[in-house]
Every structure is written in structure tokens, then in C-alpha cells.
């Protein structure tokens, strides 16, 4: 590289799982499945919320938006994934890696960043209904979408120039099928300490603080519901938060797993770190658009009708 004058591989090694490289070629078609499943069904709630004038509502754009940031964080990862598992091409260019990486930190911190303001609408439609459409305008639900996007790529911009600064001269062989940071700062031969500190600083002011900010609005719409009269019409209003307290915990209890993991884990199991990341990378594509299938009849009615032959 020639910003940095320091000694870096041609390229980095992948790795499936460890001791059953044999089994990768029978891993490769539930991968496969799994990937299908991902971009098959997210695609689906793409094309339900845009052809379907029911759901111009501000709470199936914001669905759109994580469905947008599933599609494009299975696709930053599918390539390495199936070439690791199928083909057995575990190797990957270092540049390449290099965006990868981001691109995988960067579409997981759009997801946080709507899983927020998710909660947000449904604060919005359950503290204040009448003033649900006047808060939530398109204007408004756009601006989030551009915000969520810009946080995710100007906290992360440094992260490759970090490290791109450090040598790599232990080894150039990674724990996963693809790139994370994490991962990649233990090759190093030098101080990480500044990665560390900043990866740290990332992962409290972005991922925390939207944790910290959804648990508080649902304390606040728990507030809410308690206040109403009817038990009937208190579980009704709570109904419409399942679907998403569900994706929150799909999405945030595997990213915890996995950073408890790369941080405090150096001595578990090599097969550890590739199950909590594999977790971590195929759990919220796949269960988001099945919870919000299953949970939401107006989703469910536009699929079905998608596929409904029309009549002449």
C-alpha cells in the first residue's frame, strides 16, 4: 500500500469451520438455502411496499429500510461465504477485504440505526396517534433514512485506514468467511491499542447508545399502554410491537454474542468464534422478513396477492 509504509499480504486466508473442512461441500447447499431465503424474502417485502398503497404507512417504509440493509449485507458477504464453502477459494485480496469489512460494519450499523427508528414510530404511534401522521411525514421518514445511512459510513470512514497503518507479519489467515475488524487486528505485529479504543468507541456511541435509546422507548410505551383502560386495547397496542422487538432481538442478542466473543473469548474454541459469527451473519436476514410475514396480515395480504393471477 502506499499511504502507509508498512508491510501488508497480497491477500487473506478465510476460513469455514475449523477440523471439518471435508463437510464444507455439504455445508454449501444450506448456505445456499439460506442465502436464497435471505434475499428471496426481504426482496418480497421490498416489492409488497412499494406496489401496495395500503402500506405507504411510515411504519413499512422503515420495514423496507431493513429489508434494503438485509439485501445488501447478504450480498456484501455471499461471495466469500459460498467461494470459502464451494468452490474452497479461501482466498481474498487484501483491498478487498478491506471493503468488505466495511461495507459489513457499516450496513450492520444502518440496521441498528432503523431497528431505532422503528421504535421510534412505534413510540410515536402508540404515545401520540393523533399526531402520528404529522410527525412521521415522508420528509421526515427520508431524512432518518439519509441520517441512518450517514452515520454508518462518516463513524466508520477511518476504520480501514486504521488499519491499513499497522504490518501484518504473524499471519494472513482470518477466523470467518469473511472480513471484521475484530478479526483482522489480531494479525497484526504492532499496537492495536488505537483500533481497540476506537472499534470500542464505535461499537458504545452508535450500537449502545440505539440499545440504550429503544429500551427506553419501550419503557415510555409501556408507560402508555398501562394507562389505558381496556385490557383488550392495551394488548392490541402491545400486539403491534411484537414484530419488532423480535427483529431487535434477532439483530442485537447475535452482534452481543459475537463481541463478547472476539473480546473476551481468546481462549474459547475456534468453533466458537465461527458459530457466533456465523449467527450473527445469517440470523437477521433470515428472521426478519419470516417475523414480520408471520406477525403482520397487511404484509402477508400483499404477498399473497403479488402472486394472485389477476383477473381479466
Request: net charge positive.
Amino acid at each position: 500500500m502506499g499511504l502507509f509504509n508498512v508491510t501488508h499480504p497480497a491477500s487473506f486466508v478465510l476460513t469455514g469451520i475449523p477440523g471439518l473442512e471435508s463437510t464444507h461441500s455439504w455445508l454449501a447447499g444450506p448456505l445456499c438455502v439460506m442465502y436464497a431465503m435471505a434475499l428471496g424474502a426481504n426482496v418480497l417485502i421490498l416489492q409488497a411496499v412499494r406496489v401496495e398503497p395500503s402500506l405507504h404507512e411510515p411504519m413499512y417504509y422503515f420495514l423496507s429500510m431493513l429489508s434494503f440493509s438485509d439485501v445488501a449485507m447478504s450480498m456484501a458477504t455471499l461471495p466469500t461465504v459460498l467461494r470459502t464453502f464451494c468452490l474452497n477459494a479461501r482466498n481474498i485480496a487484501f483491498d478487498a477485504c478491506l471493503i468488505q469489512m466495511f461495507l459489513i460494519h457499516s450496513f450492520s450499523m444502518m440496521e441498528s440505526g432503523i431497528l431505532l427508528a422503528m421504535s421510534f414510530d412505534r413510540y410515536v404511534a402508540i404515545c401520540d396517534p393523533l399526531h402520528y401522521a404529522t410527525v412521521l411525514t415522508n420528509g421526515v421518514i427520508a431524512g432518518i433514512g439519509v441520517a441512518v445511512t450517514a452515520r454508518s459510513f462518516i463513524t466508520l470512514f477511518p476504520l480501514p485506514f486504521l488499519f491499513m497503518r499497522l504490518p501484518i507479519c504473524r499471519s494472513n489467515v482470518l477466523s470467518h468467511s469473511y472480513c471484521l475488524h475484530p478479526d483482522m487486528i489480531k494479525l497484526a505485529c504492532a499496537d492495536i491499542t488505537i483500533n481497540s479504543i476506537y472499534g470500542l468507541f464505535v461499537l458504545v456511541s452508535t450500537f449502545g447508545m440505539d440499545m440504550l435509546f429503544i429500551f427506553l422507548s419501550y419503557v415510555l410505551i409501556l408507560h402508555s399502554v398501562m394507562a389505558i383502560a381496556s385490557h383488550k386495547e392495551r394488548l392490541k397496542a402491545l400486539n403491534t410491537c411484537v414484530s419488532h422487538i423480535l427483529a431487535v432481538l434477532a439483530f442485537y442478542v447475535p452482534m452481543i454474542g459475537v463481541s463478547v466473543v472476539h473480546r473476551f473469548g481468546k481462549h474459547a474454541p475456534r468453533f466458537v468464534h465461527v458459530l457466533m459469527s456465523n449467527v450473527y451473519l445469517f440470523v437477521p436476514p433470515v428472521l426478519n422478513p419470516l417475523i414480520y410475514s408471520a406477525k403482520t396480515k397487511e404484509i402477508r395480504r400483499a404477498i399473497i396477492r403479488m402472486f394472485r393471477p389477476v383477473k381479466m
